[in-house]
């Protein structure tokens, strides 16, 4: 997808190093803001210029539809709520609807946007506008939600098909929005990435509401094939991200045994037959095509084994969160097997020989268990705040079953 923004680089830069200069006052002022260290959390580099250049681009150069490409992991939520914070304090604009493509993403976007989260730990609203915060309360357009809170508060989430108006409660809601919201502004977290004649249809239909609308991805390329209806301002990809002290995504390293010491075999239970793992490659093909399900499970021996480094490997990766991380982010064990019955053996062992708690998430799970393996290990998650989190989704009781 074609950078709109190289053109502009060196005028920006030296926009950037001069201070902020011909624009809002008010503008200015927040983007100062965001340049203090001395708080608790505040944006990574990347971050900062990402909303720099949004700022740049809607005030110096009037494009009100930017997209920031930026890498899985490089913290797309935060930069959302410094951009909802500069248009509410810039612009007066007062309800934001955020766009998600599927349930995993809008999950994850609830909790920071949940009273209002996001807005608190950055500090993002000015001392003496604190209380701003207050009026981004959060509505989710779900199943049994009423069109009411979308008035009552100043956040929108949901998926794209909500807006839909091929089905019922999505033309109430977008009914809704044309009828009772004066003006908004739109941010599409992926959500481009559904490939529908309809989402084109919504975002037109919303178009005469819309102040700003802001797409935030890592593949910007849809998956229809079509190009984005909104121009690039910033790519900052996997690369970038990997060369930032400390990282600021995680590198894969991959530790392979030697095959000497860790004979890999498997049986099926069902026929007792047993494969070394050389005799294994036209199964595991079928497998990667999805054209075969498997009954194969790891020997206990290498299956031992092979928990026995990866375990190692765990405590590596805790000494590397302490040193290098400053204990930003917790290390977690995730294990893959073949089949159902191989990762139940895998969790057995792992609870009863090696004494490792394990939440086994399979596609018999319960959509409770498939929550809770959604947020083990999220930087900066307490267990106080995991129950506080669970207790919205599920209720006090069954979040009290999932937690000690």
Same mark, same amino acid.
């Given at each position: 997808?074609?950078?709109?923004?190289?053109?502009?680089?060196?005028?920006?830069r030296?926009?950037?190093?001069?201070?902020?200069?011909?624009?809002?006052?008010?503008?200015?002022?927040?983007?100062?803001?965001?340049?203090?260290?001395?708080?608790?959390?505040?944006?990574?580099?990347?971050?900062?210029?990402?909303?720099?250049?949004?700022?740049?681009?809607?005030?110096?150069?009037?494009?009100?539809?930017?997209?920031?490409?930026?890498?899985?992991?490089?913290?797309?939520?935060?930069?959302?709520?410094?951009?909802?914070?500069?248009?509410?304090?810039?612009?007066?604009?007062?309800?934001?609807?955020?766009l998600?493509?599927?349930?995993?993403?809008?999950?994850?976007?609830?909790?920071d946007?949940?009273?209002?989260?996001?807005?608190?730990?950055?500090?993002?609203?000015?001392?003496?506008?604190?209380?701003?915060?207050?009026?981004?309360?959060?509505?989710?357009?779900?199943?049994g939600?009423?069109?009411?809170?979308?008035?009552?508060?100043?956040?929108?989430?949901?998926?794209i098909?909500?807006?839909?108006?091929?089905?019922?409660?999505?033309?109430?809601?977008?009914?809704?929005?044309?009828?009772?919201?004066?003006?908004?502004?739109?941010?599409?977290?992926?959500?481009?990435?559904t490939?529908?004649?309809e989402?084109?249809?919504?975002?037109?239909?919303?178009?005469?509401?819309?102040?700003?609308?802001?797409?935030?991805?890592?593949?910007?390329?849809?998956?229809?094939?079509?190009?984005?209806?909104?121009?690039?301002?910033?790519?900052?990809?996997?690369?970038?991200?990997?060369?930032?002290?400390p990282?600021?995504?995680?590198?894969?390293?991959?530790?392979?045994?030697?095959?000497?010491?860790?004979?890999?075999?498997?049986?099926?239970?069902?026929?007792?037959?047993?494969?070394?793992?050389?005799?294994?490659?036209?199964?595991?093909?079928?497998?990667?095509?999805?054209?075969?399900?498997?009954?194969?499970?790891?020997?206990?021996?290498?299956?031992?084994?092979?928990?026995?480094?990866?375990?190692?490997?765990?405590?590596?990766?805790?000494?590397?969160?302490?040193?290098?991380?400053?204990?930003?982010?917790?290390?977690?064990?995730?294990?893959?097997?073949?089949c159902?019955?191989?990762?139940?053996?895998?969790?057995?062992?792992?609870?009863? #020989?090696?004494?490792?708690?394990?939440?086994?998430v399979?596609?018999?799970?319960?959509?409770?268990?498939?929550?809770?393996?959604?947020?083990?290990?999220?930087?900066?998650?307490?267990?106080? #705040?995991?129950?506080?989190?669970?207790?919205?989704?599920?209720?006090?009781?069954?979040?009290?079953?999932?937690?000690?």
């Open positions: 997808m074609y950078n709109v923004f190289l053109r502009y680089e060196q005028s920006f030296h926009w950037v190093d001069a201070g902020f200069p011909e624009i809002n006052p008010l503008s200015r002022d927040y983007l100062e803001h965001l340049r203090r260290d001395d708080v608790p959390r505040h944006l990574w580099r990347h971050q900062r210029e990402a909303v720099y250049r949004a700022v740049y681009s809607y005030e110096m150069l009037q494009i009100k539809d930017p997209l920031l490409n930026i890498v899985t992991g490089g913290g797309k939520t935060a930069i959302i709520g410094a951009i909802i914070t500069w248009l509410k304090l810039c612009h007066d604009v007062h309800k934001y609807l955020i998600c493509p599927n349930t995993i993403v809008r999950d994850r976007l609830e909790d946007f949940a009273d209002a989260r996001v807005f608190r730990e950055f500090e993002f609203f000015p001392q003496g506008t604190e209380h701003y915060a207050n009026e981004l309360g959060l509505h989710l357009l779900e199943a939600s009423t069109p009411q809170g979308i008035l009552e508060n100043g956040i929108v989430l949901g998926n098909h909500q807006l839909y108006q091929s089905n019922i409660s999505g033309r109430r809601n977008l009914a809704f929005m044309m009828n009772y919201v004066d003006q908004l502004a739109i941010f599409n977290d992926e959500a481009h990435n490939p529908a004649e989402y084109d249809n919504t975002l037109f239909a919303l178009s005469p509401k819309c102040k700003f609308r802001l797409d935030t991805t890592a593949t910007p390329d849809r998956a229809d094939g079509k190009t984005p209806d909104t121009k690039m301002i910033y790519e900052y990809v996997i690369a970038d991200a990997q060369s930032e002290v990282p600021i995504i995680k590198s894969v390293v991959v530790y392979q045994p030697k095959l000497t010491s860790v004979q890999l075999t498997y049986t099926n239970p069902d026929t007792g037959e047993r494969r070394t793992v050389d005799e294994m490659d036209d199964e595991f093909e079928k497998i990667e095509k999805g054209l075969t399900a498997t009954q194969w499970v790891t020997d206990p021996d290498p299956m031992r084994k092979q928990i026995g480094i990866a375990l190692d490997r765990l405590e590596e990766q805790k000494r590397r969160a302490d040193s290098i991380g400053y204990g930003m982010y917790n290390s977690i064990l995730f294990v893959v097997a073949i159902i019955k191989d990762a139940k053996a895998a969790a057995d062992m792992l609870n009863d #020989e090696f004494h490792v708690n394990t939440l086994l399979t596609e018999e799970s319960t959509e409770d268990e498939r929550l809770l393996a959604g947020i083990i290990g999220k930087r900066g998650k307490t267990l106080a #705040e995991t129950r506080k989190n669970l207790e919205r989704k599920l209720g006090l009781s069954k979040a009290s079953g999932l937690l000690p």
